[in-house]
């Protein structure tokens, strides 16, 4: 998957398969040829755009994810692979075994934990001040967050972070973001959900079962728990790029560049991908663990971008 890409077609297109091929054919341009299993996820940024059922049974085979987007560039709808895969009933007992298990509160605690290092980091990076007090709620976070130090966290980072920032906004903005510095937040999140959600359904999982969210009318709560410790890979690519110029096609084409980011996790480098991958594989380990009787908690460990701070240029690197 490390080789594969995120493509965004924003102007009008045929999408065919031609000898084997997913074919692009867009008004005076020469044709384009992909390869089906080269596309991580495919997004269609543009109203006139038609797509042949054939593409679909492909993208479908290979695993690729597809996004639609509105006029404000926001995702509209996502389609997962649920292609060959041959243990989705057993991922599915595994998932609901786990729901109201003390393994599950910890888990959340893990991720949180690794949100707020994250956070701190980010805020450092950036030559902002706040990091101290976000690093001490990560050593304060408890199985379930039950003080809801994830809130807390989030209110301070957001603070620090926008605090003289060369923009009107001077607030996150989750919904119906028009400001520059929002609307590539948002952007980014998504396409990083696409490819979260793209790995649970390739391992099986239910996305709908989450850790810590637990949303009835949400279908991804899972992929929004682990988005969760990658939501820093595209704030520091965002912040070090010109946020404030308008988000045209050039600026979203610029901004897909974050999937290419390489960072730590356990003491290792990896290529963003390879490093969700790795992450959703350790959960499906921990699945497997869990049926076994007195297990210790100690032992089920997430795999997670690691907090060190002498590789954090090579995590965000350009």
């Known amino acids: ?16 398969i031609d000898t084997g091929r997913v074919k692009l054919a867009r008004p005076e341009q020469k044709d384009t040829f992909i390869l089906a299993n080269d596309i991580a996820v495919l997004c269609l940024h543009h109203p006139v755009i038609t797509i042949s059922q054939g593409v679909l049974q492909a993208l479908g085979k290979s695993k690729s994810a597809v996004i639609t987007t509105d006029q404000y560039h926001h995702p509209q709808s996502l389609s997962l692979p649920w292609y060959g895969h041959s243990r989705q009933l057993e991922r599915l007992r595994e998932q609901f075994h786990l729901q109201h298990s003390p393994i599950n509160e910890q888990l959340w605690q893990q991720l949180i ?6 956070q701190a980091q980010t805020l450092r990076f950036t030559g902002k001040k706040g ?41 996150r903005q989750k919904q119906g973001a028009t400001d520059t510095l929002n609307a590539r937040l948002n952007f980014g999140y998504a396409i990083l959900r696409s490819m979260i959600a793209r790995e649970l359904s390739i391992a099986g999982l239910q996305p709908a079962l989450g850790i810590g969210h637990h949303n009835k009318d949400n279908p991804f709560n899972l992929a929004d728990d682990f988005i969760e410790a990658y939501r820093f890979t595209v704030e520091t690519w965002v912040l070090q790029h010109d946020y404030a110029s308008e988000f045209n096609a050039l600026a979203r084409q610029q901004l897909l560049q ?31 663990k869990a049926k076994k009787e007195n297990i210790s908690l100690k032992k089920l460990k997430l795999s997670l971008p690691e907090k060190q701070g002498d590789l954090w240029p090579q995590m965000v690197g350009v």
């Open 1 to 16: 998957m490390s080789e594969q890409r995120v493509i965004l077609i924003e102007n009008p297109c045929y999408l065919s």
């Open 131 to 171: 990091a101290l007090r976000l690093e001490r709620l990560a050593d304060q976070v408890l199985p379930a967050d039950p003080q809801n130090l994830e809130g807390q966290g989030a209110k301070h980072y957001w603070k620090y972070l926008f605090e003289d920032i060369d923009n009107d906004v001077k607030k």
């Open 258 to 288: 974050f999937i290419t980011q390489s960072l730590s996790m356990n003491k290792q480098s990896y290529r963003l991908p390879s490093a969700i991958n790795e992450t959703i594989s350790s959960y499906c380990r921990i699945l497997k």
């Open 113 to 118: 934990q690794t949100r707020l290092k994250t």
